[in-house]
């Protein structure tokens, strides 16, 4: 199947910003995953060659690849297999999976609020742009909020959403509420993401 490759000039904005390598290679494993090598192959297929030959080759979670690469393999997922919103949130599940339920299992094992205030730590982990702060707003309820020099692209918040509500499941708890409240690049001083979480009962 032949797809048009489309511009992907508006992220250049992004090309000094840079995210770890497992983040990426979140993504390649989920396509392999939910979507078989043929949804790979699309996803290729509509990728400028640039982008195209560093999404196709091996992605070292160690090493930091630019926010602009993983912008465009977003875009392409969601837009290549038509797929809508929530698929945005899957993307940011499957990489709580991989990341907090594999590699760092546990960070989880104490409970919600301990995770949650490692956000700036986690944040600085996986990326070399913008600050992340844990508030604590009542019982089982907090705010994340993050401070960017420029506004990352909105797919990106998205799967965020769905990274955190995974993240209080693996912690042992039941998400309520995940929901992103503010927005940098809707005119607010910094990005919000509103948690609340109820404690699973123990029958």
């Not at 393999?73 to 837009?79: F, G, K, L, Q, S």
């Not at 309820?141 to 990352?152: D, G, H, S, V």
């Not at 607010?188 to 123990?202: A, D, G, M, S, Y």
Request: aromatic content about 12%; overall charge neutral.
């Amino acid at each position: 199947m032949e797809h048009q490759i489309v511009s992907f000039g508006r992220y250049e904005r992004y090309k000094n910003y840079y995210v770890q390598g497992g983040i990426l290679k979140s993504r390649q494993l989920y396509l392999h995953t939910k979507h078989s090598i043929d949804g790979f192959n699309n996803v290729l297929a509509a990728l400028p060659m640039n982008a195209r030959e560093q999404f196709a080759g091996t992605i070292y979670i160690g090493d930091w690849y630019s926010l602009s690469l993983l912008a465009m393999v977003d875009d392409t997922i969601i837009n290549i297999l038509v797929l809508d919103d929530q698929t945005c949130e899957e993307l940011g599940v499957f990489s709580a999976d991989l990341h907090i339920g594999a590699t760092y299992r546990h960070l989880v094992n104490q409970g919600v609020e301990p995770f949650l205030e490692l956000t700036p730590i986690l944040h600085k982990t996986y990326h070399k742009f913008g600050e992340g702060r844990y508030l604590k707003i009542g019982q089982n309820k907090a705010q994340i909020q993050f401070l960017y020099p420029t506004p990352p692209p909105n797919l990106y918040c998205k799967s965020s959403v769905g990274y955190f509500r995974r993240a209080i499941e693996l912690c042992g708890a039941q998400p309520i509420l995940v929901s992103k409240t503010h927005c940098q690049d809707k005119g607010n001083t910094h990005c919000e993401i509103l948690l609340e979480w109820q404690h699973k009962q123990v029958i």
